[in-house]
């Protein structure tokens, strides 16, 4: 059964790939990844290469994290599932909100609604908003607003909210009430800024005009990463996210930091959040949280907003809603080792150092290949860049270009993400300096080709 060429023939002819046409599945096979270890990847034809992708932005740790294997294994052993709806909880769980309780502190995050993922958490946070302004007498208060290119993954909330026209366009219509605000993106902007400090400004007028015409008293949420990752890794100016968070407070609007890729670590500091010097009202975490290993997530929630849930007497703070796999014991044992393990390795400064390494790399490569229009990054381990067919119309590469340097640089040592235009590089936060050195090389092997 395991046989390569059974499993190249038969991949796409009863499984449908996420994010992509079944049509494509079928006609380009994909490449089969069949082990891993450490920082590295192996393929069914037992080719062995580094991971610039860190599986997708999730596995800080690497493959070869035996505490959190052991935690997982061992856990299977003592209780593999319990649900944790009202009447019922497990052990794991009630340490693992200990556990991150602590670690959220700094960032004013003192509760934990636990979910199966990513997209459930947003999903969660986004629902927690609306009944949050309900249970304070503020029924009018339903709509959200977030960033152009921002990605808050494809649940129906979450794709309403998501600045992509790839992930909403047909799945219309979406959620009635969801507004969105141009992204502080110096690269392409209605505004034609190049200036990350004055852009963020701009962008900050557009949320609060935004905010003047729909009436302030109608929104819940403002949803956003505080680095873009998906959308193509945009950091924000500093001065952008303390921004938002100030508009936010001045007009009653909840601020939702979805952290699924920034949570623990992965910036060169432990949240995006504190990176930014914010304190958001909800944070969406998932992905590294169990390094992959075991589908979870957790919304982490602020002690103000807890508060107006606990002290309620209406009846109206009574969630309604959750998953089967909330708290799963399994998930939660993951969970606390991952923690630990990212503690004891004080993984953001490797993620700091290593992020640095790969910023000046990938900004060499672009003064050698003007088919880069752009590279981002500079926070930790998020770095991308931007393919152009040339530098002055900056009309997007056609996507063959990506395709044929993920290609070569695959076989030169490396895989890395296409993403559109984008190539993206979210590798594992344990890489070393060797391994980064391979990414580039590897890179530069694939940019090489297209000459
Ligand atoms: C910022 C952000 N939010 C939400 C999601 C959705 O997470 P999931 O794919 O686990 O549902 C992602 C996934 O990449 C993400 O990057």
């Known amino acids: 059964m395991n046989d390569a060429n059974f499993l190249k023939a038969n991949n796409a002819r009863s499984l449908w790939h996420p994010m992509t046409a079944p049509s494509d599945s079928l006609h380009n096979a994909p490449t089969i990844i069949t082990g891993a270890h450490g920082t590295r990847i192996r393929d069914v034809d037992g080719h062995e290469v580094v991971d610039g992708v860190g599986g997708l932005w999730n596995v800080n740790l690497g493959y070869s994290c035996q505490p959190v294997k052991d935690a997982i294994a061992a856990q299977l052993d003592a209780l593999p599932y319990y649900s944790i709806f ?15 309780r602590d670690f959220f502190a700094p960032d004013g995050l003192t509760r934990a609604f636990f979910t199966s993922g990513g997209g459930d958490s947003v999903e969660t946070a986004l629902r927690l908003a609306r009944q949050y302004h309900k249970i304070r007498g503020e029924a009018g208060r339903v709509k959200y607003l977030s960033l152009k290119k921002g990605y808050h993954g494809t649940h129906i909330g979450g794709a309403s909210v998501n600045g992509n026209a790839n992930f909403r366009t047909m799945y219309e219509p979406l959620l009635p009430g969801c507004y969105h605000i141009p992204a502080p993106y110096t690269y392409r902007n209605p505004f034609n800024e190049t200036d990350p400090a004055r852009l963020a400004q701009l962008c900050l007028q557009a949320l609060e ?84 290993y075991f589908p979870f997530g957790a919304v982490m929630i602020a002690e103000g907003v807890a508060e107006v849930f606990e002290k309620d007497e209406t009846g109206r703070a009574a969630i309604g809603h959750g998953y089967t796999y909330s708290g799963h014991p399994v998930g939660a044992a993951a969970a606390l080792a991952c923690l630990a393990e990212t503690r004891r390795l004080n993984i953001v400064e490797n993620a700091a150092a290593r992020g640095a390494q790969i910023f000046a790399g990938v900004q060499k490569l672009m003064a050698r290949h003007a088919v880069i229009g752009d590279v981002r990054g500079g926070h930790g381990l998020m770095t991308a860049l931007e393919l152009v067919a040339d530098r002055a119309s900056k009309k997007p590469a056609d996507k063959a270009l990506p395709a044929k340097v993920q290609e ?39 940019f090489g080709a297209l000459a």
Not at 86 to 100: C, F, P, Q, W, Y
Not at 283 to 288: F, L
């Open 86 to 100: 009202r009447g019922t909880s497990n052990d794991k769980v009630i340490e693992l909100a200990e556990e991150l």
């Open 209 to 292: 005009d935004e905010i003047a015409f729909q009436g302030a008293g109608t929104i819940a949420a403002f949803i956003m990463e505080p680095i873009l990752g998906a959308g193509g890794v945009i950091p924000p100016h500093a001065s952008f996210m303390p921004g938002v968070e100030a508009i936010c407070r001045k007009n009653g609007i909840l601020l939702i930091a979805d952290e699924v890729i920034t949570a623990f670590g992965r910036t060169g500091a432990w949240t995006g959040s504190r990176l930014w010097g914010v304190k958001p009202d909800f944070s969406c975490t998932a992905k590294a949280i169990t390094n992959g």
């Open 408 to 446: 070569v640089a695959y076989k030169a040592g490396a895989m890395v993400r296409v993403s559109g235009p984008n190539i993206i590089l979210s590798p594992p936060l344990v890489v070393t300096e060797a391994d980064v050195e391979v990414i580039l090389s590897a890179l530069e092997a694939g």
